[in-house]
């Protein structure tokens, strides 16, 4: 994956963890949080006065508890307009803040009005196209 790793972190599924990257070069940022039940990935964007975030879209990433530790990073895009979650080496989700495009492997949840409008099933064609 060509861009820039911006959090690499080990992660126990089920685990509180919450982890946010911003763009240093846009209003954008990605959150992930797992909080003890489900772990989902957020789509972001700063208000402007820079105190806090809209979610502009989640995605779903895992759900429950019990499995093994998981090596997580967040990558950006060399444009800082897409970022991707990868999970042990394999990327889970993605987002497109260009096209307002939020993907991931499992499609779940439905795309929203707001923002992610059309397909949600993230393949390996988006990642090579993306990054």
């Known amino acids: 994956m060509n861009g820039y ?3 690499d972190r080990d992660w126990i599924p089920g685990e509180d963890l ?3 990257s911003l763009s240093p ?3 954008f940022g990605v959150v992930f949080e797992d909080d003890g039940e489900a772990a989902y990935f957020y789509a972001v964007e ?3 006065e820079g105190t806090g975030v809209q979610v502009l879209d989640a995605l779903h990433i895992f759900e429950g508890t019990g499995e093994p530790a998981k090596h997580l990073q ?3 895009s060399r444009d800082w307009l897409k970022c991707a979650l990868v999970i042990d080496g394999q990327c889970h989700a993605l987002y497109d803040f ?3 495009g939020g993907y991931n492997i499992n499609e779940f949840p439905p795309p929203n009005e707001i923002w992610t409008q059309g397909e949600r099933k993230l393949t390996d064609e988006i990642v ?3 990054f």
């Open 98 to 100: 260009e096209a307002h």
């Open 128 to 130: 090579k196209r993306l």
């Open 5 to 7: 790793l911006m959090q």
């Open 46 to 48: 700063k208000d402007k």
């Open 25 to 27: 070069e846009s209003a």
């Open 74 to 76: 967040i990558v950006w």
């Open 18 to 20: 919450f982890v946010e």
